[in-house]
């Protein structure tokens, strides 16, 4: 089993429901360890660089405004980043936050305990991010964290 790490986000929503803490208290309870946390001031740059993969994509403007808070009222959104350490540590994050559609999600995962499809604007609110696989996890990690800056 390899030693990894993975980015984790609570995303606006998360934040305005003042979800962070449980979301915080889930990802403790498995043997993975918190090695560092951020709050990010949250910019266009930013957030169209962490979703540079969905470029073009229909959806792709809604997926900046959600990142920097349009949706939820915030005129500066800051954001708590999170890396998290252990063995396989991407997809035992990922069972733990569930799958994207907070619908389709496992009921004692965060997303399906605490997502939802917003019923005002058919927006999905599934509360946290986190990286897709080990790739993803490197590069959002050093676009978050920057490179090097994270202890080993």
């Known amino acids: 089993m390899a030693i990894e790490r993975t980015l984790v986000v609570i995303k606006p929503d998360g934040k305005k429901r003042k979800l962070t803490g449980l979301a915080i208290d889930r990802l403790d309870q498995s043997n993975l360890e918190m090695v560092a946390a951020k709050v990010v001031k949250v910019d266009r740059e930013l957030a169209e660089q962490h979703y540079a993969a969905l470029k073009g994509k229909p959806f792709f403007e809604n997926l900046v405004k959600f990142f920097l808070g349009e949706f939820h009222g915030f005129k500066t959104c800051r954001l708590l980043a999170l890396i998290y350490e252990g063995e396989n540590a991407v997809a035992e994050v990922?069972?733990?936050?569930?799958?994207?559609?907070?619908?389709e999600a496992d009921p004692h995962s965060i997303r399906g305990s605490f997502g939802k499809i917003n019923p005002k604007n058919g927006i999905m609110e599934n509360v946290i991010h986190a990286s897709g696989n080990t790739e993803d996890a490197k590069r959002e990690i050093a676009l978050w964290f920057g490179e090097g800056n994270i202890e080993s």
């Open 94 to 103: 990922r069972r733990i936050v569930g799958a994207t559609n907070p619908e």
